[in-house]
């Protein structure tokens, strides 16, 4: 598994309250990636970093900020949650870039009322 | 029209068959992933692929650059094969991946 986890792996949170997911990794890899997985839109890159303070938004990264203070932590914050953000987030890594391996956590399933 | 498109979205087999599953893309790309999900599960990575062909079990992953195709194929399948598999790919250094829609394989014994 790469040594990723992702907490917490439930999470119900009310409309408009902030929220955040964390991803851990024991490995030292560069990439980090957050993704969100819907029905009917399959898996979607939010934020993604490659590098400790260097992130860059994905395709859906409205209503979402990261952070990576840290090698290890990869944080991605719901700034004022809202129902769409319901989903199940994935949180990924992989060893350098280009042609390598993608490895990625359990999964944190989020549901907004 | 979707940068990555799986067919069949669905199927459904009987154990001991041989099953094919399609994954077209139409962006250039450094590497082809073919990654699997059980129901309510994690995402675990089955191959990654940028040229010719990759065995491992009873699960064989192919891919023509030319043609921008790709396939997995399961031999002798198992009900313990039914999940979820997901095609994907990698385009530029910082291999974001784009992903297609998934096909929902049922293996009834």
């Known amino acids: 598994d790469a040594g990723i986890t992702q907490s917490p792996r439930h999470k119900v949170t009310e409309t408009g309250t902030p929220v955040t997911l964390r991803c851990h990794q024991t490995e030292n890899h560069r990439y980090m990636y957050w993704y969100r997985q819907d029905p009917g839109h399959g898996l979607r890159l939010i934020h993604y970093?490659?590098?400790?303070?260097?992130?860059d938004k994905g395709e859906v990264s409205d209503g979402y900020s990261v952070s990576r203070s840290k090698t290890e932590d990869f944080l991605l914050t719901l700034e004022s949650a809202t129902s769409s953000q319901t989903s199940v987030y994935f949180c990924a890594i992989s060893t350098l870039g280009g042609n390598t391996e993608a490895f990625f956590g359990q999964g944190t399933r989020l549901t907004v009322v | 029209k979707n940068e990555v498109e799986q067919s069949p979205q669905n199927l459904t087999a009987q154990e001991g068959e041989f099953i094919t599953i399609n994954c077209s893309y139409s962006v250039g790309i450094s590497a082809l992933h073919w990654l699997q999900q059980h129901p309510g599960g994690g995402i675990v990575s089955l191959f990654m692929l940028s040229s010719g062909k990759k065995k491992h079990g009873r699960l064989i992953a192919t891919i023509n650059i030319q043609e921008k195709h790709s396939s997995l194929h399961i031999t002798a399948s198992h009900p313990r094969d039914s999940a979820v598999y997901i095609c994907?790919?990698?385009?530029?250094?910082?291999?974001?991946?784009?992903f297609g829609g998934g096909t929902r394989l049922m293996v009834k014994p």
């Open positions: 970093s490659y590098g400790v303070k260097d992130t």
């Open positions: 994907a790919v990698s385009a530029n250094a910082g291999n974001m991946l784009t």
